[in-house]
């Protein structure tokens, strides 16, 4: 998609108003029009791609930022961008779901379709406690994963820092025979650590993801998780939310996540993906800790982690509409222009909307002046907008499985 820079909006608005403007307030009105084009859902200027990263074990995902309510369009497999080949065929062996090939998409299901999920490729958005999450199931079961630990022995595990009285639980559990159950007595943090047999995660460090279960009967405010070769020489993340983006669940279970990899520009090293702590060989991975903190001294029972994994992710393409039609010279989306003057940001809207978009910028200043050109120049924008809305007012999109 062609965009133009604010820098040559405003420059174009400087030239035909013959006059200097104040831009700050100029900024404002052209956010002001990035609103009217909000109002028509369906512009190619809205739609964007994103990469979802699925782990066949686990359903939550987060959506990206800039996704908006009224519907998604797409969601599918890119075998080229996953394996670098154009598609793979998969043979058909009883008792395994008969994949053929190709670039196929998922399935979108409606809250109650979901609740069954008996379907291949199955997928919905849902909103949860305020927070719109991604909600997947039965996608293809081939990912590169390698456990860290199972959870159903005690052997390497330790608890410190206030959590004690490590058990096997066979009662609550994601996968296996077994969680492991712990409690925490009167502190801010609870660490469990597991010092385990060597286990080789190079290969996970350029788009890597580990994953886990986690039962939280008080939610804390952060969970830091690390591994690596040593007590010293580890990678770690600090998360405060599940890997959906949602908050800590204690009434159900939590899926966790941490990457390896850097996935957007303006992510946080340590906060959206590891940082390292001294020199880890992640060829000769031996520990793991799992580190809570809570912002009061806490009590309470029944902790529980499962199924700990490192993947190699799945990558999946989800076509979207957004309503972030202006961008940062670092790339990230933004729902509007930063009210600042020598601002360089992007504008996404099309190379023949420009003429139109700077006309509706100067109605406001034309008027105020008693410019004859403001009843020309407003008629010219509101046509334009018209004419847009009539032409994408019948572009398809598609929420659970209907599309209008």
Known sequence: MRTTTWAKIFQDAKDIYGRDLDEKTMVRRANRLLDDL????????QIR???IPYAYEFEKYKLPSDY???GQIDLRYNDRLDQGINFRNYSFVEEERP?????????????DEWNERIRVDSASIQADKGVEKLLLS???ADQTNQVISDCDSLT?????GGAGNLTLDDNIKAEGSYSINYDLTSATTAILTLTGDSIDLSEYLERGIIRLFKWLPTAPTSIQIRIGSSASDYYYQTISKQADGSD????RRNELEINFAKRNDDDTEGEDYMATSGTPDMSAVIHFQFRMTFASATTDTDFRIDDIRAWKPTQLELEY??????KTTAGVWQSELTEEAGNSEIINILPEWRKPFVRGLLIEELDKASDKRVGTYEKFYDNWLLKIAQKYQNRKKKIGNNWF
Request: glycine residues 8%; without cysteine.
């Open 156 to 160: 390497g595990w330790v608890g410190s």
């Open 321 to 326: 509409y957004s309503y972030f039609m202006a």
């Open 49 to 51: 791609v994103g990469i």
């Open 68 to 70: 908006k309510t009224e």
């Open 248 to 251: 800590f669940d204690t009434i």
């Open 38 to 45: 909000r109002l028509i859902d369906n512009l190619p200027t």
């Open 138 to 140: 039965n996608g293809r």
């Open 99 to 111: 994949y053929q090939r190709l670039n196929t998409s998922w399935n979108w299901l409606n809250p």
